[in-house]
């Protein structure tokens, strides 16, 4: 199982970036569950810190320095979670990654727990 994220770069202050993450099976294996998708942020000599998430039932989450500029997604038949950043801010310049919590793969019907994708690097600039 993995998940893959896109869309980081370099952006001015008060500009935009769409971070997508796609997860899938081991090949031939194929999703039958995910549950809460998330991503996180780390910024040089911080700890890593949950930005937003989102439950299976669509409910989210969002850590106060981020509200009403960020809105996270998901889109489960395509395994995705999204994360539109609006209003940038250098404070916002870290390494995003996205977590899901739970996510079952078939045929074998296993779960895997904590799963990680390998990051994104988003600049913000003053």
């Known amino acids: 199982v993995q998940l893959q994220a896109f869309g980081g770069g370099l952006v001015q202050a008060g500009g935009s970036l769409r971070l997508s993450c796609v997860a899938s099976?081991?090949?031939?294996?194929?999703?039958?569950?995910?549950?809460?998708m998330g991503w996180y942020r780390q910024a040089p000599g911080k700890e890593r810190e949950l930005v937003a998430s989102?439950?299976?039932?669509?409910?989210?989450n969002y850590i106060d320095s981020v509200k009403g500029r960020f809105t996270i997604s998901r889109d489960d038949g395509k395994s995705s979670v999204y994360l539109q950043m609006n209003s940038l801010k250098p404070g916002d310049t870290a390494v995003y990654y996205c977590?899901?919590?739970?996510?079952?793969?078939?045929?074998?019907?296993?779960?895997?727990?904590?799963?990680w994708g390998q990051g994104t690097q988003v600049t913000v600039s003053s």
């Open positions: 977590n899901v919590d739970r996510i079952g793969c078939g045929p074998k019907m296993r779960y895997y727990y904590d799963v």
């Open positions: 099976c081991t090949a031939p294996g194929y999703i039958f569950s995910i549950d809460t």
């Open positions: 989102i439950t299976s039932g669509a409910h989210t």
